[in-house]
């Protein structure tokens, strides 16, 4: 029989409250483990040998890493996803605070729903409307004579703003749940100083939703580098590698060209990429708290 | 007297800036729900406004043509093992985390976020390799695992947070009337924390409806195929017919629109409350 989870745990031995949890924490765990863990190690392993998936793998240093960042197309992969990170820290963000603060402001709930819907919606739908909608002999590409996702110059971008389309009600859900715990006196305070709306956003809002909106820039900085349906749903990374980015890239070397290593050195870019946001949120959060 | 003549003003451009957020939101849903109900001709003529006859059929013709059958078949049972595999592993780790005071519990707080950040880029191609030298490619369950694998970290705290709440007292209590640790969990702790199991359920849900990556690379098999790879693969198949391909998205999406409209308030709390860490 567990012992009862009770206050009279914290009394038990180290050893049997281990005993305890185990069988909670286990099936998860090993799970967890099993499947992200291990094979996320073991891809960093990869990285350095080179594989095709069914011969037997040949240890090659970094060679692999020498491979890919003398590859042409991995440098614009690189650059497409630099520009996608600068495009989705500042555009949806921006709309999502605006969106949080009217929203705040008016206490408009009705329209939150709306707004959010988007989010929920699986990316190849997402994908297959905004195809059409670009598409140049039908949709809205008909109407204004222009094919976005056939252009190289312009796919990149047609692809982020349907992206942007599911993704700033997200924002502006965060932000204004975040919104929520501010305090009414503070507001209250600064109309009696007679603050304009903009004051009001850039003195109090703006401030007090400061560790949110951190957390949510360095959380995008992450997920900017792991795209990956939004190409796979649209271009495919074409026209001419003008949408590849590292993630598709990735995904054609490991499943296409079956270069298993290169692929795996690719995806622990796409981490190491994912942990310097990690420790530009550390590095800003702590430094905010200084100040 | 000014001033209130002008926050009124300031409310009209409020309004006005909420409104055209909303259109904006639903306009793009707007050109796909008239696309999926006009004939072709009437689509072809006139792209952006209303159909001039209502073509339902167009919905039948792409479930059935689609052989999407098959695919909402897929997606369901993906969805309700991953749900089933989640309500098993997670509410008790869950549960744990917040109830079993050890100090190791931050160290596994810790690591469960640091898994939400890990791309599934980093480990599919080894997990892959592993899958189909063990069978495990082309087959539902082991999906659903990795589905569990890749969605509790999220679930356990989301879930830890509501039990958190819970009074120990309220536990005890129950304990000292001679109930077991099963029954005190279900009939004190679960009620409580309710909310957040709900919550779990219907991003887990949608999460495992909407993934694309990961079928796409352990299911290729139309047999065992989910709707979104599906609805990926219509486009090679009815390269013109967009009030099928339009229709068969809808379709594919309304499931988790209908949870959405029934439960936009658990979707939108839940999934905030992952931004909410700072």
């Excluded at chain 1, 012992?3 to 409250?17: A, C, E, G, V």
């Excluded at chain 2, 059935?64 to 089933?84: D, P, R």
């Excluded at chain 2, 309710?194 to 079928?215: D, E, K």
């Amino acid at each position: 029989m567990l012992p009862p989870l009770t206050r009279n745990m914290r009394k038990l031995k180290k050893s049997k409250k281990w005993v305890a949890a185990f069988p909670f924490l286990a099936p998860a765990l090993i799970l967890n483990i099993g499947i992200i863990m291990l094979p996320s190690m073991a891809t960093v392993f990869l990285a350095f040998f080179e594989w095709s998936g069914l011969d037997i793998p040949q240890f090659v240093g970094i060679r692999n890493f020498v491979t890919v960042f003398a590859d042409p197309l991995f440098l614009k992969s690189l650059t497409h996803n630099i520009v996608w990170t600068a495009i989705f820290i500042t555009v949806p963000v921006a709309m999502g605070l605006a969106g949080a603060e009217l929203l705040r402001r008016t206490r408009k709930e009705l329209f939150q729903p709306i707004y959010f819907f988007p989010v929920i919606l699986p990316v190849v739908v997402i994908g297959l409307i905004w195809r059409y909608i670009y598409h140049p002999t039908r949709g809205l590409g008909k109407v204004f004579g222009v094919s976005p996702l056939g252009q190289p110059s312009t796919a990149l971008y047609a692809i982020a703003f349907a992206n942007i389309w599911a993704w700033w009600g997200f924002l502006c859900a965060v932000f204004y749940s975040a919104t929520q715990s501010i305090s009414k006196d503070l507001y209250e305070a600064v109309k009696l100083d007679g603050a304009t709306g903009w004051q009001e956003f850039r003195y109090i809002t703006l401030p007090q939703i400061a560790p949110t909106l951190i957390f949510m820039e360095v959380m995008t900085i992450i997920w900017s580098f792991q795209v990956f349906d939004w190409i796979w749903v649209t271009t495919q990374g074409g026209p001419a590698g003008s949408t590849e980015l590292l993630a598709t890239l990735l995904y054609k070397k490991a499943f296409y060209a079956y270069k298993m290593g290169e692929a795996s050195a690719i995806g622990v870019l796409i981490s190491l990429f994912g942990f310097a946001g990690v420790g530009l949120y550390y590095y800003l959060s702590q430094k905010g708290m200084e100040v | 007297m000014n001033r209130t003549r002008k926050s009124s003003s300031t409310d009209y451009v409020t309004r006005f800036v909420l409104l055209f957020l909303a259109l904006y939101a639903l306009f793009p849903l707007y050109i796909a729900v008239s696309a999926s109900l006009k004939s072709r001709a009437d689509l072809f003529a006139n792209p952006l406004g209303l159909p001039k006859e209502l073509y339902l059929s167009n919905y039948a013709k792409a479930f059935e043509t689609g052989n999407l059958k098959q695919a909402f078949f897929n997606s369901s049972l993906l969805a309700a093992g991953t749900v089933l595999g989640i309500l098993l592993t997670a509410i008790p780790a869950a549960y744990a985390l917040a109830k079993i005071p050890l100090k190791s519990n931050s160290l596994l707080v810790g690591y469960y976020f640091f898994c939400t950040t890990i791309p599934q880029q980093l480990f599919i191609i080894p997990l892959y390799l592993t899958f189909s030298r063990f069978g495990l490619t082309n087959s539902l369950l082991g999906l659903i695992l990795i589905y569990i694998a890749v969605f509790s970290p999220f679930s356990i705290l989301l879930m830890r947070s509501y039990f958190v709440g819970i009074p120990n007292e309220l536990i005890e209590a129950a304990l000292i009337d001679g109930a077991s640790m099963f029954q005190a969990f279900w009939r004190v702790v679960f009620p409580v924390a309710r909310p957040g199991v709900i919550t779990t359920v219907v991003i887990v849900s949608m999460w495992s409806w909407n993934n694309f990556l990961l079928p796409l690379t352990f299911l290729n098999q139309e047999q065992v195929m989910p709707v979104t790879v599906r609805l990926g693969m219509l486009m090679g198949k009815w390269s013109a017919a967009w009030e099928l391909i339009m229709a068969s998205a809808i379709t594919g999406a309304l499931p988790i629109a209908i949870l959405f409209a029934l439960l936009h308030r658990r979707f939108i709390e839940g999934l905030a409350s992952t931004g909410l860490k700072g």
